[in-house]
């Protein structure tokens, strides 16, 4: 059989982020005074992309944005980064996706995301994307699209042979019939805790969720940013990886980071292990990067 077009294939947000520097996040009823602003292509499904692309992994993406300016942008972006964008389509009534977010001089971060577009993408039009592309061998996933598209296009990658990817970013509760699908599952530990109904705040309360988030089917990533993460295969066997010891200069982008740097190893032929503690230290390296340095940075040779 002649070689699958794309290593990975990411169906999921794009976004233009609105990136605003300030001293803290504001309280209720706050103004708090910023020291400077910019824009910043954004949405984890695009920035999983970028990121699996610049890890020179053959990556396609799926998606929908809006006939403004904020698209032309983000399509320019993806064109940059080496991703596949022809099943991109355009939304001729809602504006793309956006959020505005604030950059702590701290390194840590919060956001709010208007989803547009987004929204608007359908299950049939995002599995007629994947057959037209002719399939990758990793499927990326999150949940800034409906879940229905997540299932639909999830259980069609699956039967072509593909390995499925989910990023369960934002937390909300998720159906059965998409987890019966996923192959491995991903989330931190605000997402393990809405999903297992065990409060995760360590690598022992991780251990402690597994039960609830793995299957026979299934393996989980639990990541905890500096306190590491924990690998559990789906035998229930567990490796946990320590977080690398960096200068953090901005954790925006981090969790991204480390998707599409997983995702590009597995399609590399890597093994679960390996890839995973690739990914942690590309996410590590990934934090220690000012946002400007962070779209210039020589990725591979790190």
Request: net charge negative.
């Amino acid at each position: 059989m002649p070689p699958l077009p794309f290593d990975v294939i990411v169906c999921g947000s794009l976004h233009l982020d609105i990136m605003v520097k300030a001293q803290h996040l504001p309280q209720s009823d706050e103004t708090a005074i910023g020291s400077e602003w910019a824009y910043k292509c954004g949405g984890k499904g695009r920035n999983q992309a970028e990121m699996s692309a610049r890890m020179r992994a053959r990556t396609a993406m799926i998606g929908r944005i809006g006939d403004d300016d904020f698209g032309t942008r983000l399509t320019a972006s993806l064109d940059q980064a080496g991703v596949d964008r022809t099943k991109v389509s355009i939304d001729p009534t809602t504006g793309s996706g956006m959020s505005v977010a604030i950059l702590e001089s701290s390194g840590n971060y919060g956001a709010v995301i208007v989803s547009g577009s987004n929204l608007k993408l359908e299950p049939s039009e995002a599995c007629h994307a994947w057959e037209a592309l002719g399939g990758g061998k990793i499927l990326i996933l999150q949940n800034e699209v409906p879940e229905s598209i997540n299932t639909a296009l999830a259980r069609l990658a699956r039967k072509q042979g593909a390995t499925i990817l989910l990023n369960a970013a934002p937390a909300r509760p998720m159906a059965p019939d998409l987890l019966d699908q996923i192959d491995i599952l991903v989330v931190n530990r605000v997402e393990a805790s809405m999903l297992s109904g065990v409060t995760v705040d360590s690598i022992a309360d991780a251990s402690k969720a597994a039960p609830y988030l793995r299957s026979a089917t299934r393996d989980v990533i639990i990541t905890l940013g500096g306190d590491g993460l924990l690998l559990i295969r789906r035998d229930g066997s567990e490796i946990t990886v320590m977080a690398e010891q960096v200068k953090v200069v901005s954790t925006h982008g981090a969790g991204d980071s480390f998707i599409g740097s997983l995702a590009a190893k597995l399609a590399g032929g890597a093994s679960l292990e390996h890839a995973t503690r690739h990914a942690s230290k590309m996410a590590g390296y990934f934090v220690s990067l000012s946002e400007e340095e962070k779209t210039t940075a020589d990725l591979v040779s790190h």
